[in-house]
């Protein structure tokens, strides 16, 4: 799909799920903005995507053979016609009667690969593909940044200076370059490679029959510079003056993915014309946290300016929670197929706002979380994450995350974002009673849950309530000190409403899952 041309690609038996073929693959490609086409008539209509659908033959003699189809489809989601084909003289001529075999009269579908093009060029860059990536020819990145110098060299404003006895002096560069080859030309046509021109000029021309004034000549000829830099060029790095440069296929594959990084940043601040599209498996890898933050940023300047970047990640680094229309999640729940999960352009958040809560807490990894254990603030984290270990449970080995939404007034946000990106989870949060605000707030919550129990959990009162205590100065140390040195039993008997109110939370990763029933893990539930 990446390459533009994913009509070319062959499909196999393994491709399919469950090597099931006589379930269609259907890849479909919207676009953001739809392609204008204009018919033989010049009527125009909208492209608003592609598709490509794998089959195998239902009947005949290439039954069960897969085959490929591919098309564009209109804003209503259907295959887009084209207009009638033109006969051979350019003119559409209508079929006389309906057996009329002459012409082809019949609606054709417009076809994926005489649009796709459109788009821009596509990249797709992964870490088994860095070799590829290096060649300085060709359509990848690094051969895009050298195009623009080959291009450039064409033009007249690249100039060629040069000193004389009377001063310096200057050239167009490739009028420069003429002359040198001129020169280089004259130095290699020794008197033996006149002879061997002259022979080959006499007998290619005796052979095609040519008179003596029809003569056919061959020269030495010299490549142009654009054949000139692609065969002596090689790229090279130098840490130091006193280190030996180093081609940059003999570096390690952290500083290949350095380099992959300098010549995205590069075209991105010298290319000024053409479209790309990016898509990146993985950009993280070998990149230590600042380079990843750096990265990402490269990455936004591109898909800011009029190239397109598309990127998988399982990086906190590369996810910006007030960007998060953009973000698509891909989930595989419960040993099924993958599905992926995206936020309803419908849906308006406060982000700009929440996304400073989370870079500061630590909260992007909700994005990558099976479970999310949502609390009020940094104190009932600190608990819950503590009761939660000394039950036994591994939160890393469970993909759970316990995130501390730092108010009341913002569970609610965090729960919308979890239910649109289907991550499954659970809240926590204090009764308040008799706190006015609180209570509108708790109100808040239960209508955003739509009242379903199996989903939340609250606290009598609050957490303090339930430690036997008050608020104090720095409050998370200590309410952490009064379950410091108790294990979970103890903290069972001494603090029932704290464990009573995590209970339910707990008891779906004590039981194996096959000994669940629908109930009970109705609040993990999977589209």
Request: aromatic share 10%.
């Amino acid at each position: 799909v990446s390459s533009g041309k994913f009509y070319n690609y062959t499909f196999s038996l393994t491709d399919f799920y469950n090597q099931d073929i006589s379930q269609a693959i259907s890849i479909k490609l919207t676009l953001h903005s739809p392609l204008e086409y204009r018919n033989v008539y010049q009527q125009a209509c909208q492209i608003e995507g592609f598709i490509l659908d794998v089959k195998s033959y239902k009947q005949g003699e290439s039954k069960g053979q897969i085959h490929t189809e591919h098309h564009c489809f209109g804003i209503n989601g259907k295959n887009k016609n084209e207009n009638p084909l033109m006969d051979s003289e350019g003119i559409y001529k209508p079929k006389k009667t309906p057996d009329d075999d002459s012409i082809d009269n019949q609606r054709k579908p417009i076809l994926a690969k005489d649009h796709l093009y459109k788009l821009g060029k596509f990249y797709f860059l992964d870490i088994d593909n860095l070799s590829s990536f290096l060649k300085v020819s060709g359509y990848g990145p690094l051969g895009r940044l050298f195009k623009i110098y080959k291009d450039d060299f064409q033009t007249d404003t690249s100039i060629y200076k040069y000193k004389t006895s009377e001063g310096e002096k200057q050239m167009p560069s490739k009028e420069a370059f003429k002359i040198q080859a001129t020169r280089i030309t004259d130095i290699l046509k020794t008197e033996k490679l006149k002879e061997i021109e002259t022979a080959l000029s006499k007998n290619i021309s005796e052979y095609l029959g040519l008179e003596a004034n029809q003569k056919t000549t061959i020269n030495l000829g010299l490549p142009n510079h654009d054949e000139i830099f692609e065969s002596l060029t090689k790229l090279k790095i130098q840490e130091s003056q006193k280190l030996e440069p180093l081609n940059l296929s003999d570096l390690g594959t952290g500083y290949l993915s350095l380099f992959r990084l300098a010549v995205i940043k590069t075209l991105a601040e010298m290319n000024k014309t053409d479209k790309a599209i990016y898509i990146i498996e993985e950009p993280e890898i070998y990149l230590h946290p600042h380079l990843r933050r750096f990265f990402y940023k490269t990455l936004k300047t591109l898909s800011t300016n009029k190239d397109e970047v598309i990127f998988s990640t399982h990086s906190e680094e590369f996810v910006n929670i007030s960007d998060y229309k953009s973000i698509i999640r891909v989930d595989k729940s419960n040993g099924t197929f993958t599905k992926t999960y995206q936020v309803d352009k419908a849906l308006v958040l406060d982000f700009d706002k929440i996304n400073q809560k989370v870079k500061r807490k630590g909260n992007q990894e909700i994005f990558f979380a099976q479970h999310l254990l949502l609390s009020e603030g940094q104190d009932d984290k600190v608990i819950l994450d503590d009761v939660i270990e000394k039950k036994g449970i591994d939160c890393d080995a469970k993909s759970i995350s316990v995130i501390d939404c730092d108010s009341k007034t913002q569970i609610p946000d965090y729960i919308k974002l979890s239910e649109a990106l289907n991550i499954n989870y659970f809240v926590i949060f204090d009764t308040d009673k008799g706190n006015a605000s609180s209570e509108a707030d708790t109100k808040k919550i239960l209508a955003v849950l739509k009242n379903n129990k199996n989903k939340y959990q609250a606290f009598p009162d609050s957490l303090e309530t339930a430690l036997k205590t008050t608020k104090q100065k720095e409050n998370w140390r200590h309410l952490y000190s009064i379950i410091e040195n108790l294990d979970y039993s103890q903290i069972e008997q001494q603090f029932p409403d704290v464990t009573n109110t995590l209970q339910p939370f707990i008891s779906h990763f004590l039981i194996p899952e096959k000994e669940l029933d629908n109930s009970k893990k109705s609040y993990i539930r999977t589209s």
